[in-house]
T-cell receptor
Framework: AQKITQTQPGMFVQEKEAVTLDCTYDTSDQSYGLFWYKQPSSGEMIFLIYQGSYDEQNATEGRYSLNFQKARKSANLVISASQLGDSAMYFCAIFGTGFQKLVFGTGTRLLVSP | GAVVSQHPSWVICKSGTSVKIECRSLDFQATTMFWYRQFPKQSLMLMATSNEGSKATYEQGVEKDKFLINHASLTLSTLTVTSAHPEDSSFYIC??????????FGPGTRLTVT
């Protein structure tokens, strides 16, 4: 079975600074995918970034980058130049067995202060 | 990008009645859709995988007779909460499998059973 662990229930960062949200995973699959989603207070789930287990380079999408360390089974999300609108819950997720379903972590609440 | 809509966005119903929630993929066909439930300040819990033209696959502990899922077309899946009770009050959110697009999510439905 797949498992995602997010050890930071909450994080604070000042506007314009960078922040790293931790995510470690456990899987016995050789091929898997890792995702990060953002959930603002409105409830919608916004896809941020994806990393495939065989991707040699770390994924980047604008201000989001994924620090993928396969040997350590970690997939930390780095948000550069934080903005007030980045305040939200952030979920790390992994594709389950056979790439059928997503397994989510417990989430990290990020608060960006002016 | 791939867009998923959900209707209604919120609903209040009386205990004992049934409520239907629709999930639509707007600009792509989705043979597989997923239904999640989220309690306040918790992560998403997968309830079931909805497959077009076949029976849904329910996660352990989810009552299939209470949460009826119908995936009658490649763009529509419905979740019906039958004989709703106050403990069914929750945030229900769907997603659709769109390969390479990170499983886009609908905006969610907030159900309150009085």
């Amino acid at each position: 079975a797949q498992k995602i662990t997010q050890t930071q229930p909450g994080m604070f960062v000042q506007e314009k600074e960078a922040v790293t949200l931790d995510c470690t995973y456990d899987t016995s699959d050789q091929s898997y995918g890792l995702f990060w989603y953002k959930q603002p207070s409105s409830g919608e789930m916004i896809f941020l970034i994806y990393q495939g287990s065989y991707d040699e380079q770390n994924a980047t999408e604008g201000r989001y980058s994924l620090n993928f360390q396969k040997a350590r089974k970690s997939a930390n999300l780095v948000i550069s130049a934080s903005q007030l609108g980045d305040s939200a819950m952030y979920f790390c997720a992994i594709f389950g067995t056979g790439f059928q379903k997503l397994v989510f972590g417990t989430g990290t609440r990020l608060l960006v202060s002016p | 990008g791939a867009v998923v809509s959900q209707h209604p966005s919120w609903v209040i119903c009386k205990s004992g009645t049934s409520v239907k929630i629709e999930c639509r993929s707007l600009d792509f066909q989705a043979t597989t859709m997923f239904w999640y439930r989220q309690f306040p300040k918790q992560s998403l819990m997968l309830m079931a995988t909805s497959n077009e033209g076949s029976k849904a696959t329910y996660e352990q502990g989810v009552e299939k007779d209470k949460f009826l899922i119908n995936h009658a077309s490649l763009t529509l899946s419905t979740l019906t909460v039958t004989s709703a009770h106050p403990e069914d009050s929750s945030f229900y959110i769907c997603s659709a499998r769109d390969v390479g697009q990170g499983d886009p999510f609908g905006p969610g439905t907030r159900l309150t059973v009085t």
